[in-house]
T-cell receptor, first 114, second 111 residues
Framework: KAGVTQTPRYLIKTRGQQVTLSCSPI?????VSWYQQTPGQGLQFLFE???????NKGNFPGRFSGRQFSNSRSEMNVSTLELGDSALYLC?????????????FGSGTRLTVV | DAKTTQPNSMESNEEEPVHLPCNHSTISGTDYIHWYRQLPSQGPEYVIHGLTSNVNNRMASLAIAEDRKSSTLILHRATLRDAAVYYCILLNNNAGNMLTFGGGTRLMVKP
């Protein structure tokens, strides 16, 4: 069965631009979460969507936003890019919102801001 | 929020068992214990999770202390492909479905 698919795999953007990243969860999974990974801060939670509703949000500025569609696919958007936004962005999906379920991660989108 | 404490790094020889410890002394009764690992240049990978009883799956075993203040991830026969950073994470009601990753344990496997 297909895993979590993230597109694109690599992206280079200029400061001040905006970017949209896409995540297709495993079929049947309704929960999608996003994480940012940097060498300095490690893995940090951005937000989680379940059935098109944002259920949790991490401690990131409002420039970071996301949404989930009726087919559970999710997108995250970063506006007014800063150099510090350079990171690996990971998406994870799960069956439901119950903490008893495991999460399947995608391979990530590596964003470089120049 | 309940936190976990893991050693920064551990070494193992190939084909030997590995016991990765995790302390979570402030765990609450409804916290699940999750383990993930991250291989180089990949996203984290789910390994195993449990609540109170020991758990086994094809990848590993999870041994949970009776008081739940600590747990141990057991890899029965380490292979070179098991070299990764292993994260022990608690999921609780307040955090919803947010995985809070700490520094994890970097496992090195020697041939």
């Amino acid at each position: 069965k297909a895993g979590v698919t993230q597109t694109p795999r690599y992206l280079i953007k200029t400061r001040g631009q905006q970017v949209t990243l896409s995540c297709s969860p495993i079929s049947g999974h309704r929960s999608v979460s996003w994480y940012q990974q940097t060498p300095g801060q490690g893995l940090q939670f951005l937000f989680e969507y379940f059935s098109e509703t944002q259920r949790n949000k991490g401690n990131f500025p409002g420039r970071f936003s996301g949404r989930q569609f009726s087919n559970s696919r999710s997108e995250m958007n970063v506006s007014t890019l800063e150099l510090g936004d350079s990171a690996l962005y990971l998406c994870a999906s799960s069956f439901g919102s119950n903490r008893g379920y495991g999460y399947t991660f995608g391979s990530g989108t590596r964003l470089t801001v120049v | 929020d309940a936190k976990t404490t893991q050693p920064n790094s551990m070494e193992s020889n190939e084909e030997e068992p590995v016991h990765l410890p995790c302390n979570h002394s402030t765990i609450s009764g409804t916290d699940y214990i999750h383990w993930y690992r991250q291989l180089p240049s990949q996203g984290p990978e789910y390994v195993i999770h449990g609540l109170t009883s020991n758990v086994n799956n094809r990848m590993a075993s999870l041994a949970i202390a009776e008081d739940r203040k600590s747990s141990t991830l057991i890899l029965h026969r380490a292979t070179l492909r098991d070299a990764a950073v292993y994260y022990c994470i608690l999921l609780n009601n307040n955090a919803g479905n947010m995985l809070t990753f700490g520094g994890g344990t970097r496992l090195m496997v020697k041939p």
